[in-house]
């Protein structure tokens, strides 16, 4: 049983700069990687940024420059901050994270937030 939980989120105006949050709970023994996917209204779901276990990271390239994510692992927390925000960038945002349990510590399991409303607009 692991849980993540998304805040954040808000409406801002374009150039202006948001920080979400994700933390996952549970009964988690390793986590792997955790980072954020975007869907909007009619568009297909796409990848924003991971971080992976080893401390690389992955960005999708309409946000590279702009957007950062960073981890605290004390907390099983990811963060992604979002500055220069565009029009474009509004959408649900969703945590998604690739976790370990206790009961299965030697598979690997997909795990999704409940999603985090952006909306970038003037």
């Known amino acids: 049983q692991v849980q993540l939980v998304e805040s954040g989120g808000g409406l801002v105006q374009p150039g202006g700069s948001l920080r979400l949050s994700c933390a996952a709970s549970g009964s988690i023994f390793s986590i792997n990687a955790m980072g954020w996917y975007r869907q909007a209204p009619g568009k297909q779901r796409e990848l924003v940024a991971i971080?992976?276990?080893?401390?690389?990271?992955n960005f999708a390239d309409s946000v590279k420059g702009r957007f950062t994510i960073a981890s605290d692992n004390a907390k099983n927390t990811v963060y992604l901050q979002m500055n220069s925000l565009k029009p474009e960038d509004t959408a649900v945002y969703h945590c998604?994270?690739?976790?370990?349990?206790?009961?299965?510590?030697?598979?690997?399991?997909?795990?999704w937030g409940q999603g985090t409303q952006v909306t970038v607009s003037s």
């Open positions: 998604n994270a690739i976790i370990a349990t206790m009961t299965f510590q030697n598979m690997l399991h997909e795990f």
């Open positions: 971080m992976h276990v080893g401390g690389s990271t």
